[in-house]
């Protein structure tokens, strides 16, 4: 049976206003993804407070969707075997200073709050963050 599966990726506002969307997707080309689909849009903040919706309680979450609104952002839809394993691998801890080497958010991450790439955390995430921002 194939493992093969669809996750979202999303390459933050700092990264993106770095330029440095091109170096993060040969990352994950270079790891076996597959990049299915991909745009780059602005979106609002009430848009980035859906999208995080699971985070609503927590302290950070207003500053959070200030900032993945705050401009413009890479949204992906990213095909591997484990996808979404994967992509948590190739990104490194949530937060940069714990990340590995050799991960995007050790190489790339600012903070915990920059830290360049969303990744989903669950195939049932997956399905909801890919159609939140892929449905048409
Ligand atoms: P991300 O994978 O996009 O999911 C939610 C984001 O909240 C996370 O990456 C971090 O950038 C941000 N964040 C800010 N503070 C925290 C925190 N204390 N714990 C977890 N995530 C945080």
């Known amino acids: 049976m194939s493992n093969i599966e669809h996750t ?48 609503e309680t927590k302290p950070f979450y207003n500053d959070l969707c200030a900032y993945l609104s705050s401009g413009p952002i890479v949204v992906m839809i990213l095909e591997h075997e484990h996808a979404v394993l994967r992509n948590r691998d190739l990104m490194g801890a949530t937060n940069p200073k714990d990340a590995e080497e050799g991960t995007i958010r050790k190489k790339y991450g600012i903070s915990i709050d920059k830290n360049s790439v969303h990744g989903s955390d669950s195939v049932e995430n997956a399905k909801i963050e890919i159609d939140f921002f892929f449905k048409d």
């Open 8 to 55: 979202l990726s999303i390459i933050k506002p700092d990264a993106v206003e770095r330029k440095l969307e091109n170096e993060i997707k040969e990352m994950f080309k270079n790891t076996g993804f597959n990049i299915l689909k991909e745009k780059k849009i602005h979106i609002t903040k009430s848009e980035a407070e859906e999208f995080y919706k699971v985070h």
